[in-house]
């Protein structure tokens, strides 16, 4: 039985015998249905692909596995997000990492897909959870002197531990193993939490000044620098005060204990101007994942080796943040993001009219394409950053990190168009990359100012 035209490879079909040879089927012959399995040659490598069987007809299976990761992500933004501004970017952190660990070991052993998805869909929401919060105590830590060069620095951490599991998915040909190394690594952020402080920040926000103080001091402890004026401002705090004489008033009277006020995504839609500011950044951090994971799950399709590939779109990644510190730092942080996403979305179109002749010319194009939404991505980071609220920050980066993921989610699917029209997937994706650039023009200017502690501080921006 054999193909008429090496078309499907899922499909067999009739042939005739005639003597001593086969016959090779006309186009037209009939379609049968394969009663002999699949057999998977794992002698190179195994992947989850051979695992599960999703080819074929179970090949949409293969997307889905992407989408569930993606809505992990999704969940895991809000959810972490909003728990990181309610209890404390410290607790939230480790409860993240435990997630990611736990889950990723157990999938390894479990037979059922669905259970594998769940468990993949948990270890996704650690994943995006830690990365998430690790940013906001890491911005909300540092002065804005140097807030630019400390987020792409940060930014380059993330290109620079996927080139090293490129290097594992090289010398570990079995995925068994290959997630087992990959998921004991982060236990090692077990340990560096048991040194890492909360973000002084949320302490302030959340009305906690003698653990703001503590904290302060044990800082100029540990760089051997004191600024008792700073110190005066907790002492003096008429805020604190009257929280202290309230709480004194209502636990003599046995009333009800006065509460700090918890903020929620809702908060960014309550005023029109902070409502288009979220829908603006919202949008950009969509376009900004589609694209982003477009190009990276296209790669290993292209032609060439699937490993060189991959890594080049992940070294991308390091020099992108480079050009962007270096503009950033120098221009105008809308303009120099704006200008990431138009030359990343214009690249996208133009590699669609290349001809077929050269493997390696496409390949250029959209690496310059990965490395402009690289560029954008870490620069979409900081700009949010640098735009919420500490009140409301990690919960209103986890609804941009919501919006992208369900980009994401979308993204396999979008790559599945090129089987009915080739240009398509690569035209959207740049199409919307061009109209996001202009966009952020629209939004206010951030550079070398303080972050806002509060709704009324965002409000100042518009000055």
Known sequence: ??????????????????????????????????????????????????????VCERKWLKSTLQSVYFAGYLVGSIVFGALSDRFGRRPIILLANICLVVSGVIKIFVPSLIIFLVLLWIQAAGHTGSFLIAFALTVESTPSKIRTPINFWYMSLYPSGVIFVVAFAYAISNWHYLELAGCLLPVINCFIWMFLPESPRWLIGRKRFTEAKALFRKIMKKNKKENLKMLDIFTNNA?????????????????????????????????????????????????????????????????????????????????????????????????????????????????????????????????????????????????????????????????????????????????????????????????????????????????DKDLPQNFEDLDNLKT
């Not at 090496?6 to 042939?15: E, L, R, T």
């Not at 699949?38 to 692909?49: A, D, I, N, P, Q």
């Not at 950044?281 to 790669?299: A, H, K, P, Q, R």
């Not at 699937?306 to 120098?330: E, G, K, T, V, W």
Request: glycine share 6%; charged share 15%.
């Open 1 to 54: 039985m054999l193909q008429p035209n090496g078309d499907d490879q899922c499909s067999i079909y009739n042939n005739s015998f005639t003597g001593t040879y086969y016959t090779t089927p006309p186009s037209n012959s009939s379609e049968l249905q394969c009663s002999y399995g699949r057999k998977f040659l794992t002698e190179k490598f195994s992947t989850v692909v051979s695992e599960f069987d999703l």
């Open 239 to 447: 805020e604190e005060t009257s929280f202290k004489n309230s709480l004194q008033e209502n636990i003599s009277e046995g009333k009800d204990l006065p509460k700090v006020k918890n903020y929620t995504f809702i908060d960014l839609f309550k005023s029109w101007w902070i409502a288009l500011i979220t829908l603006n950044i919202c949008f950009c951090w969509m376009v900004c994942s589609m694209l982003y994971y477009g190009v990276l799950l296209n790669s290993v399709d292209m032609a060439g080796n699937r490993y060189i590939n991959f890594l080049l779109m992940q070294i991308a990644d390091l020099p992108a943040n480079f050009f962007a510190h270096y503009l950033l730092n120098h221009f105008d942080h809308r303009k120099s993001t704006s200008l990431f996403l138009m030359f990343s979305g214009l690249n996208c179109i133009v590699s669609n009219f290349v001809t077929k002749g050269s493997s390696w010319f496409p390949l250029i194009l959209v690496v310059l394409g990965k490395l402009g939404i690289s560029a954008a991505f870490g620069s979409i980071y900081l700009l949010s950053a640098e735009i919420f609220p500490t009140v409301v920050r990690t919960n209103s980066l986890g609804v941009a990190s919501m919006c992208a993921r369900i980009s994401g989610i979308c993204a396999p699917f979008i790559l599945l168009l090129s089987s009915y029209v080739r240009w398509l997937p690569l035209s959207i994706y740049g199409a919307l990359s061009v109209i996001s650039g202009m966009l952020l023009l629209l939004l206010p200017k951030t550079n």
